[in-house]
């Protein structure tokens, strides 16, 4: 198996929970941003990357540092999958912005973008993170559906052939 992180940036705490329920079952890396180096990316084969939306639309404050170093580094050959929380129904009109941030900066660094999930099942105006009919990766609303957080991950995942 590809050498494999999972890299978070959280305020609440769901988005490193979730980051961690990927790690264990993927048993790969587990790691806050905040403690990361651009350099210290290029040890793995594929990132998975995850981001909460905050404010109305904002990248978190983690992730908003970090941002000039993730456009700087050479992610070549590096296969990147994004997943990002946020609230539609509260914030409708920017549900999980945060991930077109991400997903323009790994883009920018050459990284491969995979992951893209479907907009269907969700209910909000609009979202910077919306390409054709995909988010630009796994969109999670822990707010109103948390119930389908679960079975997400795991069609996420075994559609990029890492689900068990």
């Known amino acids: 198996m590809a050498t494999i992180a999972v890299i978070y940036g959280s305020d609440t705490g769901n988005t490193r929970r979730i980051s961690e329920i990927i790690a264990a079952r993927l048993k790969?890396?587990?790691l806050d941003?905040?403690?990361c180096s651009a350099e210290s990316l290029t040890d793995?084969?594929?990132l998975i990357m995850g981001a909460p939306t905050v404010n109305q639309g904002?990248?978190?404050?983690d992730w908003d540092y970090f941002m000039p170093d993730l456009e700087?580094?050479?992610?070549s050959g590096i296969r990147?999958?994004?997943f990002g929380l946020g609230d539609q129904k509260e914030y409708g009109d920017t549900f999980v912005d945060a991930l077109?941030?991400?997903?323009?900066?790994v883009e920018q660094s050459g990284a491969e973008l995979v992951g893209q999930w479907p907009v269907e099942g969700y209910e909000f105006t609009e979202s910077r993170a919306v390409r054709g009919n995909h988010f630009v990766g796994l969109a999670l609303d822990e707010d109103n559906q948390p119930e389908l957080t679960g079975q997400r991950l795991q069609q996420w995942l075994?559609?990029?052939n890492l689900g068990n």
Do not use: G, I, R
């Not at 700087?72 to 992610?75: G, M, P, S």
């Open 28 to 30: 790969v890396d587990c």
């Open 33 to 35: 941003v905040a403690d």
């Open 44 to 46: 793995y084969e594929m």
């Open 58 to 61: 904002e990248l978190q404050s």
């Open 72 to 75: 700087d580094a050479d992610l």
């Open 80 to 82: 990147v999958a994004l």
């Open 100 to 105: 077109d941030n991400l997903a323009e900066a």
């Open 158 to 160: 075994e559609s990029m």
